[in-house]
């Protein structure tokens, strides 16, 4: 527990293990957090497991100012499991599918307009990253999480990428008819001309931030 980020009302005490908060699973830290800030201050249904027992409890989340923000805490410490290889597997497990799952709620908010497109980062930032990582470890999750980061968008219904092949797959299955080569082309041409201005537009936003 953090006693100075403890509300007055508070019923989670140390030990308590966070099943769920708001009916979703709670299996690692970013999924708390996730939960917090969609809440938004909001009170939490909380599912503990203390001393053997399935509790429900209803927590007021802290307001803390950060970085000029206003963030929501548990005002509690989380505990660190023990390295070893069934831990490094299931958080690692874990780990890959919230990043997954905020890189599709990253893909949604830019398209509906709540992200906009001067904060995406292209190879000049990633390069500017890697200069900033402090170690081995750092260096490696920062490749984990550009390769994942390029999976998932390399899979987007966009022509000249995979996601675009299956699309016009699918097109073809659902008419029973083959795309001709002509017109697969030119829908390839759009697709490639559209990543390239995009690449640039991101290239010269990450050249201006160094500056």
Do not use: C
């Amino acid at each position: 527990m953090i006693p100075e980020y403890l509300s007055e009302d508070t019923v989670l005490q140390a030990g308590d293990k966070i099943l769920m908060i708001n009916e979703d699973k709670t299996r690692i830290k970013s999924d708390v957090d996730h939960i917090l800030r969609k809440a938004n201050g909001e009170n939490l249904d909380i599912v503990v497991e203390r001393n053997g027992e399935v509790i429900h409890l209803d927590v007021a989340p802290v307001a803390i100012e950060y970085g000029g923000m206003t963030r929501y805490i548990l005002g509690v410490e989380v505990e660190q499991k023990e390295r070893n290889l069934a831990n490094n597997l299931y958080f690692g497990f874990w780990e890959t599918v919230e990043f997954l799952s905020s890189t599709k709620d990253g893909f949604v908010m830019l398209v509906t307009g709540n992200v906009q497109l001067n904060q995406m980062t292209g190879p000049v930032g990633i390069s500017e990253m890697v200069v900033q990582t402090s170690g081995v470890q750092d260096f490696v999750y920062l490749l984990s999480v550009v390769s994942l980061s390029l999976g998932v968008t390399n899979l987007l219904p966009i022509p000249a990428l995979d996601g675009g092949k299956i699309v016009l797959l699918l097109v073809e299955a659902i008419r029973k008819k083959k795309i001709s080569e002509e017109m697969e082309l030119k829908i390839q041409t759009v697709g490639f001309t559209f990543l390239i201005l995009l690449s640039l537009y991101v290239s010269f936003n990450d050249v201006a931030r160094l500056f």
